[in-house]
């Protein structure tokens, strides 16, 4: 991906999947990445979940992983569309299916969700995004007419050296498609009523904390759980870490319980 902060591993730029096996092989994990990142944030992820014998897929939303400019050229509903198809793909083979998700990953779930209803079993997001404030945002239509892309939002991780592997700008058109989905997918909230989990990092410059204070207040879940992360670096990278680690060991109790 030549307008990537860092160069990603080789193939973590593309689709991932990977079948489980053990007790846990017919529990399928969707995980959906955020705004101009890429599924090789989520495969720290995928890989620690699918050695605990889950079956996990990561989808390349559409205008990622490429270049910025692809994501001048979709519309929002691309990105629930795509990530539908895996999870079509696991309710045939699974028992259930969870959806785990990354910033804008969250709002592109939250249509999955709509769609799917009682079949997924629960949503897991990590610092997710719901809405973008400021009178800027009104703009934005006819800004992106005339101006292509601005300083890239994505990547600001706590860890020196870690990247998300995200593209170094934001397109614009691509930032008035995904204000779009976050209205649409706000307005859906209260409709959901997935069994769900939500951490936020107290280090993220990039989502403020209304963001999943929205979630936790409007989302019709019964079962709702918010834990805050002292020490997270928003990229998968970070779960190779201890504190990361007990982290997912959290996100394991969650999906033992609702076995």
Known sequence: MTSARMEAPHGWLSDFAADGNGDNAKTGIVLVHGFT?????????AHFLNERGYTVRVPRLPGHGTKWQDLNEVTWQEWPDRASKDVEELLQK???VFVFALSMGGATSIQVAHRFGSKIAGLVFVNPMITIKGPAQYFLPLISKFIPKLKAVGGDIKRPGSSEWSYDASPLKGVVQLRK????SRAKLPEIKAPFMIFHSVDDHVL???NTEIY???IGSE???RIELAHYWQNGEAFRNMKSQSTLIQILIFLLILR
């Open 37 to 45: 990142g890429s599924p090789a944030a989520m495969r720290p992820w």
């Open 94 to 96: 699974c028992d259930r």
């Open 181 to 184: 989905l976050l209205l649409d």
């Open 208 to 210: 403020p904390v209304y």
């Open 216 to 218: 936790i207040d409007e």
């Open 223 to 225: 079962q709702k759980q």
